[in-house]
């Protein structure tokens, strides 16, 4: 992270998000809204000086997803980069009700600034890289059967990586978010909302056999006298060095039953899983004080108004379609766009880290070329037939087509209409605008009308 | 412009040659109008294959090309670019799917012959009427945007960064890192995320 924020050739612009990218491969233009932080970073120390001080201190953290607290006035967390401080404008006291006004007292570099707006910066690039990344599925709303969130002891896998980190709220101690005992049973399940047709998603996240079993290692590993039991539909460990860290955590004593956990319910201060050993054909019940879901990987919020904006398509599950599964895995169907990590699919670091120097290369292909040669297969608009009706305008998917005014010479002098204009380089040749001219204005140059009533002349005469 | 047809029908192997009768195929294409040869090969898309179309080209004159094999998303570049390499536009030329829309598709050999025919006739009407097509060219910015500062922007973004270009990185949160942050050790090597 450092290494990305002291590059030379890295301009790096966080609490931002694209809204708008407009042009085609190698001249892009995107706008880019920047949020307003409150804090003027060219100033701001990141001492910290504001969030000691400030009154407003028990906000959920969402860093650590509410298991921990933090200030009005924050940084996502200690290790940040950039190391500044922002203010959470719909918790600021001052923000909110015109009171307070602490930090900006306070603040050794008078970096505060409450009048802080909204901010849109245009910028040019000639390539893209999405990598948006996901989220994860909302088992809350989806699974009844372990309680629609309502047990404070069934978290999400992420949840327990905060607990077992030594940067998280508890300094690394496992601890039940209810109580803060120690656990000494933890429960793990596996494919919650992933391969999941009826409640979540038909896919396999792919790296949940893995973490889960560095969980199970790690509760062997940290808590003494402890049982973690691991319940799965299959072991998944195609990766290289996997299944031999697997094997780790079975040696380590971790016990994995192969079988769905049909219902969660409180017993006392613990959670009774039922299921079944599908491996024995036996009904089983296990007591566990922790039960850590593992949740499906989805694509992160927001990333399908993106795609829609540059001009690609997603999948069925919304994740970023590539412009083929095999040999096109980093391209998508934009030219210049290009994919790395989670938003393309489900993956784990290594692949993600791959496919993301894939991308790299090939925008550095992109920028060794002086010039781009550009597919001529394009629509060309017969300006003489075109009526300016803009049927053809919204259908474009790669918003190739405008209306312009065009000059021409009528019967009482000249005068000014509208007609369809293509940009030839947005144009990607689909011909999806044909069939809505109804003047038979557009033409697509290599599928012009007179070729095609030909090719069907030629199957039907 | 004139018009001198030259029809090649792959066997890829057997994907096509095993359902569909390709000298059949071909031997139907020297009666189309405007058809002055027509060939099979086993892998049209190999060197010697690519070698053959070159050649019939200036041989045999050809003004049009029609490739009868795979799907044009598998070998329409290899084919331009030999079709160019033998002297014509690389839009005189048409390619014809007869393994993904018909071998792969059809067992019964007769009708996928037929098959294979008719779409072949369809191609060679309409390269009759194709036009020489030129490339253009557009100028390039040589700066990338990244959208997203996880681990998988951060490496795209260094990646490009140390090949000398300019990248603009953008993230949605106050701070880069995304996901892999809040994780604590990683598998299978148990090292840190952060």
Partial sequence: MVAVAQHPNIEMITYAEVTQVKGYIGNFKATIKKKPKYVDWDLCTGCGTCAEKCPTKKLKDEFDLGLGLRTAIHKVYPQAVPGKFYIDAQNCTKLTSGKCGVCEKLCPAQAIRFDDKEEYQEVEVGAIVMATGYDLFKWEEAYGEYGYGKYPDVISSLHFERLVSAGGPTGGKVQRPSDGKEPKSVAFIKCVGSRDDTKGKSYCSRACCMYTAKHAYQVKDKIEDSEAYVFYMDVRTAGKNYEEFYQRSLNAGAKYIRGRVSKIYPRGERLVLKSEDTLLGRPLEVEADLVVLATAMVPSEGAGALAKAIGFSSDKDGFYQEAHPKLQPVETFAAGVYLAGCCQGPKDIPDTVAQASAAAVKICGLFSKNELATEPMVTQVDVSKCSGCGFCVPICPYNAISLEPIQERGHHGPFTRNAAQVNSSLCQGCGACLPACRTLALNLKGFTNDQLVAEVDALCL | ?194
Wanted: net charge neutral; hydrophobic share 40%.
């Fill in chain 2, 1 to 194: 412009m004139k018009k001198r047809v030259g029809v090649f029908v792959c066997d890829c192997g057997t994907n096509i040659a095993s359902v569909v009768d390709t000298e059949k195929v071909a031997a139907a294409a020297r009666q189309f109008p405007g058809v002055v040869f027509a060939t099979t090969y086993k892998y049209m898309c190999s060197d010697p294959g690519q070698e053959l179309v070159r050649n019939a080209i200036k041989e045999q004159e050809l003004e049009q090309v029609v490739i009868a094999s795979c799907s044009p998303r598998m070998h329409e570049k290899t084919f331009r670019k030999a079709v160019e390499d033998g002297g014509i536009n690389a839009y005189m030329f048409e390619m014809v799917n007869i393994r993904e829309q018909d071998s792969w598709v059809h067992h019964d050999r007769e009708q996928a012959t037929q098959k294979a025919i008719a779409l072949v006739r369809m191609a060679v009407s309409k390269v009759l009427r194709n036009q020489p097509l030129q490339v253009s060219t557009i100028p390039v910015t040589r700066k990338a945007l990244v959208i997203g500062g996880g681990i998988a922007g951060m490496q795209a973004a260094l990646d490009i960064a140390e090949a000398g270009h300019q990248v603009i990185l953008v993230e949605k949160e106050a701070s880069i890192g995304g996901k892999m942050t809040q994780l604590d050790k990683t598998f299978p090597t148990m090292d840190c995320a952060a």
